[in-house]
């Protein structure tokens, strides 16, 4: 089946505009994650929804990071007035509660990022 | 102390040889592990994951559990220069929700 999939693959932007960024899960997966990487970095955790809500917003860096999703399903990152430092690859995961073939539950599957670079 | 902790390396190993890389956790009340493996540029994969003390195989890998001292590792046997990667360890939270948290990732280097 279909894969988590991101919007746009690339973006750049100039310091101070907004960026959306969008995530489609994998159908049925009620959680969702955002990360961001930094080159030659770890995984930075943003943001974890557990169908439309978000039980933990605890890794959003600042006021300008926000994060919606609708319908259990579909979510967008949102950074406004962006910052050079927010230039890094935005990842996005889902995963579900139960038994899928070979993965147990809580197995993250991610989409292939957003490079973002702010200049 | 960090939820999950890795040595960022690299870990330079021999091509043939034995890679092992480490992950501690805080959360005593985690019941299951993953581990990950990212090749520069793509998006972390997972290759292992294990619930009980002791030893999991799965042909070259082998994951290893130790609870009470909070400790998770990871052997790749026989390493090949396609093993280089960075591995992460995950371990998700035992708050009856989906939280997972990832460590740093140890950056493995297979020398041919």
């Known amino acids: 089946g279909a894969g988590v999939s991101q919007s746009p693959s690339n973006k750049v932007t100039e310091k101070g505009k907004d960026v959306e960024l969008r995530c489609d899960p994998i159908?049925?997966?009620?959680?969702l994650y955002w990360y961001r990487q930094s080159l030659g970095q770890g995984l930075e955790f943003l943001i974890y929804?557990?169908?439309?809500?978000?039980?933990?917003k605890s890794g959003l860096p600042s006021d300008r990071f926000s994060a919606e999703r609708t319908g259990g399903s579909v979510s967008t990152l949102t950074i406004q007035r962006t910052q050079q430092e927010d230039s890094a690859v935005y990842l996005c995961?889902?995963?579900?509660?139960?038994?899928?073939?070979?993965?147990?539950?809580?197995?993250?599957?991610f989409g292939p990022g957003t490079r973002l670079t702010v200049l | 102390q960090k939820e999950v902790e890795q040595n960022s390396g690299p870990l330079s190993v021999p091509e043939g040889a034995i890679a092992s890389l480490n992950c501690t956790y805080s959360d005593r009340g985690s019941q299951s592990f993953f581990w990950y493996r990212q090749y520069s540029g793509k998006s972390p994969e997972l290759i292992m994951f294990i619930y009980s003390n002791g030893d999991k195989e799965d042909g070259r890998f082998t994951a290893q559990l130790n609870k009470a001292s909070q400790y998770v590792s990871l052997l790749i046997r026989d390493s090949q220069p396609s093993d280089s990667a960075t591995y992460l360890c995950?371990?998700?939270?035992?708050?009856?929700?989906?939280?997972?948290?990832f460590g740093t990732g140890t950056k493995l280097q297979v020398i041919p």
């Open positions: 159908s049925g997966h009620t959680a």
């Open positions: 995961a889902s995963s579900q509660p139960a038994f899928s073939g070979f993965a147990p539950p809580d197995t993250q599957y």
């Open positions: 929804f557990q169908g439309n809500s978000a039980p933990d």
């Open positions: 995950a371990v998700p939270h035992s708050g009856g929700y989906q939280k997972v948290t």
